[in-house]
């Protein structure tokens, strides 16, 4: 009998301990909520995100979301920067994908070690906007689903049952006054319902993922940027390879160097960097002066789908799929496409100096007689600075300070703040093209690189082209966290009453300040159908709920 | 043979010194570089420190490198690297073990520091402006820290001496001093020097000079000693309405 009570006490601890071990698992889940379950290839999907951080382990507050087709091939991506753990963006559905469904999956970068990420993978219906007389649609077979908790009392009330094309409605959502104060935020759309994907609206499809890229370090407000050095004859990784990162700017030019790892692998962290633009990087190693670059992205792999299922379209949904394709035609017809405006790269300077510190002497050339070329500019304005153009090449030498001497190597040669190896480049340039030259007559030291002397020349027009003539310098685009936007969905409706209206999405808006009566007010557009007012409500323990309502418009 | 030798060995020189010299190079050749210099914090910024003439006294707070944490403008920190405060030219001089150069830091870039001096006292140093004269940033020993600061300015001076000879056999008539500034600095950025004397002291608070005198004689604050300076301000920010 004792034995028996052991054997239970034994299992009882057992189970308590999995228990203890699977909560200590927990981790940073990420919720993504689109505004739309389908769209028209070519169009914008705007996205909420919520980041619900591990106890109290250090998350970032950066999210990356993904478009991926159903056999996991990534097609683009965006990153995000959260604000008290809630951010929003939007990602461009590229306008040659393929009728079928997608996966959207948002992840944040963090310490979880490979395999153990769990990705809250959204659907996504897409229409290609070409397509004609779409009878199916490939669907993925996903394994495992779940649904975000109803939000039981919240009432969505509209004035009528049925309402017209462009028409302002007037929609109330009423939350029990005992939980409004438990909610702290309600994401609001207001749209057409897809009769095929509406049903996905509240559903999530989690699946483990694995990074590809640099997700062991939270970011906060920036970007982890990965690449490999590679060989440029053999294709073989490059360890102890400097690898030097320039972005040019109009102010002050951003810098950073990393040393590569045994793997060749580098890393650089772009903090607050905003927008879109060019990273000039280089590598050099003591075996290759000139090496190549390869970059490696952010991107999240989960398991393939068991397998591709082809769904028949009802009537209904052909009706529908065929009406939204038609709109996104007409609609470029009458509007035009135009994408939101890009946002040129900026990386916000941390400091009041370049990063090689307060120049010893700055010149101006513009503001003494106008010299031909570099010759002469440095013989007659640069002083302390020794330029020989010979025939075995150019050499450049700077005073030190420091040591009351020349310096025997040669200096830091910067062009529009992008290390330059080659003195070719500044050799016919003269008054016209140089604003200034900025002269550093010290060692200089960077973290562990060091400079005898830095020569930091600015155009007048700065330009990136000379980087195409120059081996062993790579241009790359790269985008960094999207800057902040705000939705403009309602903004284009009365502008133009004359011109058709082809909305799908007819209001979108996240409520922060939640009241028992929230009233929401839009006006459909000129696309028959239903209307669907979906509301995700957040709580303050981050809890996640949702409520629908559907109204005809006729 | 040994001609031979000798002359194999300033050629295998001579062709050393023109290999590593000339090109542009981002790091002493012989130390070779590795990930350990990586970071991902803003990289610390400075120009090579020269050792000075070896004047008599030091220009240096400690003898000794101290192990400091660093905190830069941006926020960025630097733990447990090795320092040296040149309290002659006000600046911080980092030893770098990695590639083993002596820096003098960017003051543009450092907003302060913590170090554990050779005895195993910490100190904390702001960079904090100084609009009197010399105008400009200095590093502060930070003695209290509230709505009032209480503040020591390490500043070696050189002074005349009579004619000495340093180790190296030069001749030198000038020694360095270190000499100790105290300083209050109140809520509206104010910066009011005071020498370690009570009477001094009191000039600091010309419209409280009473009260102040009266609340550090009922709690015997004498003003000989720094700690002194911290319980009298302390006790200034909680007795007193400035």
């Keep these: ?554 | 043979m040994k001609q031979i030798f000798k002359r194999i060995i300033y050629a295998a020189i001579f062709i050393e010194i023109v290999f590593i010299s000339n090109a542009q190079e981002m790091h002493s050749p012989l130390v070779k570089l590795t990930p350990a210099s990586n970071s991902l914090n803003y990289k610390l910024p400075g120009i090579r420190y020269y050792v000075r003439p070896s004047y008599m006294g030091s220009e240096f707070l400690t003898e000794k490198w101290c192990p400091a944490n660093l905190v830069l403008e941006n926020g960025d920190r630097y733990d447990s690297i090795l320092v040296r405060l040149n309290s002659y030219l006000d600046e911080l001089i980092e030893y770098n073990n990695r590639i083993n150069a002596t820096i003098m830091l960017d003051k543009a870039a450092i907003s302060g520091f913590d170090i554990t001096f050779e005895d195993g006292l910490t100190g904390h140093f702001q960079k904090i402006y100084f609009d009197k004269f010399p105008k400009g940033d200095r590093y502060f020993s930070i003695l209290y820290e509230g709505k009032l600061k209480a503040l020591l300015w390490y500043k070696t001076i050189e002074t005349q001496t009579s004619v000495y000879v340093d180790p190296s056999g030069f001749m030198h008539n000038t020694e360095f001093v270190l000499t100790r500034n105290y300083y209050i600095e109140f809520p509206g950025g104010e910066i009011v020097k005071f020498a370690l004397k009570r009477r001094s002291f009191l000039q600091v608070f010309p419209e409280h000079k009473k009260q102040v005198r009266r609340l550090l004689r009922k709690n015997d604050v004498l003003l000989k000693t720094e700690d002194d300076i911290s319980k009298a301000v302390s006790l200034i920010e909680k007795e007193v309405t400035l």
């Design chain 1, 1 to 554: 009998m004792t034995q028996m009570k052991n054997i239970k006490r034994h299992i009882f601890l057992l189970l308590l301990a999995v228990s203890v071990f699977v909560n200590s698992q927990a981790q940073v889940k990420v919720h993504l909520f689109p505004d739309r379950s389908s769209c028209v290839s070519g169009d914008t999907l705007w996205f909420s995100t919520l980041i619900i951080p591990d106890g109290d382990a250090e998350t970032g507050n950066v999210v990356h979301v993904q478009l991926d087709n159903s056999v996991n091939r990534h097609i683009t991506n965006v990153s995000v920067a959260c604000t008290d753990n809630q951010g929003q963006g939007y990602l461009l559905v590229p306008d040659s994908l393929s009728t079928g469904i997608y996966f959207l999956k948002a992840f944040v970068s963090g310490p979880e070690k490979d395999g153990t990420n769990v990705i809250n993978q959204r659907l996504l219906t897409v229409y290609n906007r070409f397509g004609e007389d779409i009878n199916s649609v490939n669907s993925p077979e996903t394994n495992s689903s779940e649904t975000f908790d109803q939000f039981n009392g919240m009432v969505i009330a509209a004035p009528d049952k049925t309402i017209g094309m462009r028409e302002n409605v007037s929609i109330k959502i009423k939350i029990p006054e005992d939980r409004q104060s438990e909610i702290k935020t309600l994401i609001v759309t207001a749209g057409l319902a897809d009769p095929f994907s509406e049903k996905n609206f509240p559903v999530f499809f989690p699946e483990k993922g694995t990074d590809t890229g640099s997700l062991s370090i939270p970011e906060k407000n920036g970007i982890l940027l990965d690449g490999v050095v590679v060989a440029p004859d053999t294709k073989t990784p490059v360890s102890g390879a400097i690898v030097l990162l320039s972005i040019p700017d109009d102010s002050i030019s951003y810098f950073d160097y990393c040393i590569s790892d045994s793997a060749g692998i580098f890393r650089f962290y772009l903090r607050n960097a905003v927008g879109t633009g060019n990273l000039v990087i280089q590598a050099r190693s003591q075996q290759y002066p000139v090496c190549n670059i390869k970059l490696l992205e952010n991107y999240i792999e989960t398991k393939d789908p068991s397998g591709v299922e082809n769904i028949l379209l009802s009537y209904d949904q052909k009706k529908y799929a065929e009406t939204v394709i038609n709109a996104s035609y007409f609609n470029r017809l009458f509007n035009r496409y135009s994408l939101p405006p890009a946002k040129k790269l900026s990386v916000p300077a941390e400091f009041n100096f370049p990063f090689y510190g307060e120049p010893t002497a700055t010149v101006y050339p513009g503001l003494f007689i106008d010299l031909p070329d570099f010759t002469e500019i440095s013989r007659e304005l640069l002083h302390g600075v020794q330029y020989r153009e010979r025939k075995d090449g150019i050499t450049m030498r700077v005073y030190n300070y420091g040591g009351s001497e020349i310096f025997t190597d040669e200096p830091l040669k910067l062009l529009d703040g992008i290390p330059v190896f080659d003195s070719h480049v500044f050799s016919k340039m003269g008054t016209t093209d140089i604003r200034k030259v900025d002269e550093v007559f010290y060692e200089r030291f960077i973290g562990d690189l060091s400079f005898q002397g830095v020569v930091a020349v600015y155009t007048r027009k700065q330009s990136l082209s000379w980087i195409e003539n120059t081996p062993g310098i790579s241009l790359f685009g790269y985008s960094c966290l999207q800057p902040s936007k705000k939705w403009n969905l309602t903004a284009r409706q009365n502008d133009k009453p004359n011109l058709p209206d082809f909305r799908k999405v007819f209001y979108r808006n996240r409520i922060t300040k939640v009241l028992p009566e929230n009233e929401i007010s839009f006006q459909t557009s000129d696309l028959k159908g239903k209307l669907s007012v979906q509301v995700i409500a957040i709580t303050r323990k981050n809890q996640v709920l949702y409520s629908c309502k559907q109204i005809e418009i006729k």
